[in-house]
């Protein structure tokens, strides 16, 4: 398997343009999640899936963050308009559930580096 | 909210010494979670473990339920073994995201 496939790797935009980050997860896997690491904050979650559906968004910082899942194969992260303060770097991961409970050992994506100017 | 202690946050060591990283954590949990960060950003799961002890090559990871504690060591380290290591935890209740540490940054010397 290709792991868990992220793109871009790297974006560079003004402020106020829309952004859009895509992911693949491994094939099987249940659980979805996109990350967000900033120097400030370290790794946060913003918003994770399970079977395709928002589980917890309570992460996504704001209305101008949204994400979807459309199938098991595919999630977008979308920031519009964006803003210097999103500069980071978004992660996505995903995981086996086990039973009930999500603890499944994660794999991660290799990570969009944003930079909004 | 969990909180998800790390200690060091930063540890400089030679080559060969053995490595001890700790991780301490407020509310019960599910799992926890050993994470490798390399410079240039991927980010690897190096252990997934809820009680004992895991052991993969020179890498161990013991975790306390009782205590809330969690250590990872590093046996007979090497300048390849330099990273940024996190620590995440499931705050169990089923389903959830993580929550993670701050992370230690790792350098070894030759």
């Known amino acids: 398997d290709a792991g868990v496939i992220q793109s871009p790797r790297h974006e560079v935009t003004e402020m106020g343009q829309e952004v859009t980050l895509r992911c693949k997860p491994i094939s099987g896997h249940d659980y979805l999640f996109w990350y967000r690491q900033t120097m400030m904050r370290g790794l946060e979650l913003l918003i994770y899936f399970n079977n395709n559906v928002p589980i917890d968004d309570s992460g996504m910082p704001e209305d101008r963050f949204s994400a979807k899942m459309p199938n098991a194969s595919f999630s977008t992260l979308k920031i519009q308009p964006s803003e210097p303060r999103d500069s980071a770097v978004y992660f996505c991961?995903?995981?086996?559930?086990?039973?009930?409970?999500?603890?499944?050992?994660?794999?991660f994506g290799e990570g969009s580096r944003l930079t909004v100017l | 909210k969990n909180e998800v202690e790390q200690s060091p946050q930063n540890l400089t060591a030679q080559e060969g010494e053995f490595i001890t990283i700790n991780c301490s954590y407020s509310v019960g949990i599910s799992a926890l979670h050993w994470l490798q960060q390399h410079p240039g950003g991927g980010i690897v799961s190096l252990f997934m473990l809820s009680s004992g002890k895991k052991k993969h090559g020179r890498l161990i990871a013991t975790i306390n339920i009782q205590e809330k504690h969690s250590s990872l060591h590093i046996t007979a380290s090497h300048p390849r073994d330099s990273a940024v290591y996190i620590c995440?935890?499931?705050?169990?209740?089923?389903?959830?995201?993580?929550?993670f540490g701050k992370g230690t940054h790792l350098i070894i010397q030759p």
């Open positions: 995440a935890v499931h705050s169990g209740g089923g389903a959830d995201g993580l929550t």
């Open positions: 991961a995903s995981s086996q559930g086990t039973d009930s409970a999500n603890t499944g050992e994660l794999f």
